[in-house]
């Protein structure tokens, strides 16, 4: 059993921009690898927004502090990402209205919107390489532990795993989606950066709230 509040969540939030920013090198590689090579700017540059307005966003709603986020992220955040964490978080804030807490099964209704929102507005699948990769594989994972009555720390440790190892699988699929597509390879054999950014922040989501706020 858990309860994330939103003072929590802000706290959050700090830890998985730190995480982010420290990972500048590293990501930017892998997106170097078969894109841009900005994704780690563009999403670096969202969280840090994120940071400076947390203060701003104390006494609004839960649900009010999702939408806000959702338009930060769309607003500071170049290329995709932004357009694709804003839609998962402004859908999943409907979830929160007059809720002051996020429990275990909310925050799978949220994994599970965050995935829904961001394959709807990317027009994406699992297995096209892409943040849903991710996504997609540790809300499910998470949902049948839940399911199947599995303690706090277990289920996010599912969570954490699917986030992982859905990450890691992106390796071997063949790019449906972004400049990774028009590559001859099809970028088979290199991680996709997205999804490795997404599966950071799970990891880090599921790491806080265990650290946090099981009982």
Not at 49 to 54: A, G, I, S, V
Not at 97 to 117: C, F, Q, R
């Amino acid at each position: 059993m858990f309860e994330l509040r939103k003072e929590d969540y802000m706290k959050y939030l700090y830890e998985v921009a730190v995480r982010i920013h420290e990972k500048e090198e590293y990501i930017t590689e892998l997106d170097a690898e078969t894109g841009d090579g900005d994704h780690w700017l563009n999403l670096d540059t969202g969280f840090q927004k994120l940071t400076e307005k947390l203060e701003e966003w104390t006494a609004c709603s839960y649900a009010e502090f999702y939408r806000n986020i959702g338009m930060t992220m769309m607003s500071a955040m170049g290329g995709s990402s932004g357009v694709l964490y804003g839609s998962a978080y402004l859908k999943t804030s409907k979830l929160l209205e007059g809720k002051d807490v996020i429990t275990p099964e909310l925050l799978g209704d949220i994994l599970e919107g965050w995935a829904s929102a961001i394959a709807h507005r990317g027009n994406t699948k699992p297995g096209f390489k892409t943040m849903l990769d991710a996504i997609y594989p540790a809300s499910k994972r998470y949902g049948q532990a839940i399911e199947a009555g599995k303690d706090c720390k277990t289920c996010l440790g599912e969570l954490k795993r699917g986030a992982q190892e859905g990450a890691e699988n992106t390796k071997n699929m063949e790019a449906v989606r972004g400049r990774a597509s028009y590559r001859e390879d099809k970028s088979v054999g290199h991680l996709d950066p997205g999804a490795v950014t997404m599966a950071i922040q799970l990891e880090c989501l599921a790491e806080f709230i265990i650290e946090n706020c099981c009982k």
